[in-house]
Every structure is written in structure tokens, then in C-alpha cells.
DNA sequence: ATGCAAATGCAAATCGTTTGCAACAAAAAA
DNA sequence: TTTTTTGTTGCAAACGATTTGCATTTGCAT
């Protein structure tokens, strides 16, 4: 990842060195998920670079998403069977805990769970390319 | 769960007793589930049935499993976002390994991570409900 | 500035799943 | 057992999320 002077990760130029072409649109979904932090469907990243630029459109958020994906710079998820929703992978790993109340989405890390996968994966012979963690619970009701 | 003198869960009784009309296709439907090990999804249930009976329908297959899986007798998983696939819901929780390169699907069991999602759902204030752990993996090449 | 490959917007297609509805079959009542 | 009631079925059409074909536009190397 390039940094920048600031510390702050540059996905222009980062993009540029992987031969991606940067456009208008791609510039403006870029903004969008590497400022927010939260977990924005592809819809709701469409509602919001609308608000930018009048005519982009769904399909190229589409297309943007799967390439942001397949370059490492965002993350997808599809939690609970809804639709996929996304995520900037800029900071460190982490998991999630779902509320299924409110649909709030909380992080968390846990390096010994981490670990623990490592090991139960090598034990049955396999190397992890990735994981996914998710918790669905309700906020506990201390009545 | 209902238990015949055999050991075996006796499905039909079960549902029967929960006010659940035990039909052609739902017998067929069970029958199936029941008795693979593998994590089927819809199509391929419902291409099992139709083996079983010519004119059972993809509807109600789709039908069947949404009534199982709310009666409990069986779990529907939605590995890596594809469709879902479901398996029967008698034996011990299990997470699970999916070999991205075959479709595998590995179950395995960790009672230390089972107790750590909890530690760490208790802290956030949460309890949990369910949770979903998968590991992609790929064998291990002992090169 | 020019040219060409790559990206866009739009509409139509696709995939997995759900639904309305008339025909039908299971359980309840007679 | 026959009738009545009520839930379930198969089919086709609708659905939501995502992908794709294609004519047009754009980024960007020359
Ligand atoms: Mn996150
Ligand atoms: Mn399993
Ligand atoms: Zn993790
Ligand atoms: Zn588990």
C-alpha cells in the first residue's frame, strides 16, 4: 500500500501502480468506503455517490465493488444472508458481532481465536486463506 | 426430539406432535436430509427428490426447508455467498472448513473458541443467539 | 491533439428464492 | 366411510441482488 506523507493510505496512486484505470466514478466510490466506517451495502454506496455525481450508476458500483475487492482495498461480507455489504481493509483484521435487533454491526478481535483456527486447520491439513467470524446476538436484557 | 426404541430421532412424530401435516413431499423431503451427511443446497434436494417422486416441485422443497429449518430439525448455512445449503440438525454443533479449491465442506468442533465467542459477546453486553465460523482453506502442499 | 483500449450507463438477463392461485390431499368431523 | 375443513402442492409469475451485452464515452499513452 503507498503510503503518503500524512500516514494515510493513497488507493489513487495505489490503484495506478496495478495498472487500474482511475475515473470519475471510481474516484468517488473510492472517497465513499474509505471514509465512512461502517458497512454500507452496494446500494447504499450507489444512494450516497449519487448525491455526488447525478449519474452514476448501480452497475459501475457493482463493478467498482468487485474490483476494490479483488485488488485487496475493500472487504466483503455477507452477513445473515442479505445482501453483500462492504467494508474498507485498511485497519487490522477483526470480526463481527451482529445485533439482530437493530442490525448495529460491533467489531471485535480476539488473537487467541485467531490462533486457534491456525491451529485446527493445520491439524486437519490445510493452510486458512480467510475466515469468517460472526456473532448474532441480542443485547443482554439485565431485567 | 422424539426417540423411537431404535436411538433414532423419529422426524415425523416430531413434527406431527407440533401441529406439522406430514405430506408426500415432506416425508421424501426428510427422508433425504436425513440421511446424507453432506450439506446439500435446494437444487440439489430437490434433484434428489425428483428421483424419489417425478412431480415433486422446487417450491416446495424451497417450502420444506424454510419449515424444517423453523421447527429446528435442520440448519441452513450460506457458505462463501452462495445459495444455501442445509444439513440435518441432530448431532453436536460443528463449525466448518470449506476447501476453496474442491467445495468441501470439513466440520470440526472447538470447545475453546465456543467458550471465547462468549467471553467476548458477555463483554460487549451482548448474548449470543448464533454464530457462524468458517475457515477457507486450501490442503496444505508439503512441497 | 489523436487513437485506442477500457469503463460507463442503460436495459435486459441471470440466479436463487418467494409468492399468488387454482387444484389437490391430509386430517377432522360427521 | 363419506363429507367437510383446512393446509399443501405444482406451476408460473414476481422478486431482490447482481451481472452482462452493447453502443457510447472516457482515460490516458503517444
Ligand atoms: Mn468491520
Ligand atoms: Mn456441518
Ligand atoms: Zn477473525
Ligand atoms: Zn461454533
Known amino acids: 500500500m503507498t503510503e503518503h506523507t500524512t500516514g494515510r493510505v493513497d488507493h489513487e496512486a495505489d490503484l495506478r501502480k496495478a495498472g487500474i484505470r482511475i475515473t470519475r466514478p471510481r474516484r468517488i466510490i473510492l472517497r ?4 465512512t466506517d461502517d458497512h454500507p451495502d452496494a446500494y447504499e454506496i450507489f444512494r450516497r455517490a449519487v448525491k455526488v455525481d447525478k449519474n452514476i450508476s448501480l452497475s459501475t458500483v457493482y463493478r ?6 479483488e485488488h ?4 466483503r461480507h455477507a452477513f445473515a444472508g442479505g445482501p453483500s455489504r462492504f467494508e474498507h481493509a485498511g485497519e487490522e ?6 445485533d439482530v435487533e437493530t442490525g448495529d454491526v460491533i467489531e471485535f478481535r480476539s488473537d487467541k481465536i485467531e490462533k486457534l483456527q491456525d491451529e ?3 491439524e ?17 436484557r439485565s431485567a
Not at 467498482?64 to 475487492?69: D, N, V
Not at 485487496?72 to 472487504?75: F, Y
Not at 493452510?127 to 443482554?140: M, Q, S
Open 32 to 35: 465513499i468506503v474509505s471514509e
Open 64 to 69: 467498482t465493488m468487485k474490483l476494490l475487492e
Open 72 to 75: 485487496g482495498t475493500i472487504q
Open 93 to 98: 483484521h477483526h470480526d463481527h458481532l451482529i
Open 120 to 122: 485446527i486447520a493445520r
Open 124 to 140: 486437519l491439513g490445510y493452510d486458512i486463506l480467510h475466515h469468517k467470524l460472526e456473532l448474532y446476538g441480542r443485547k443482554r
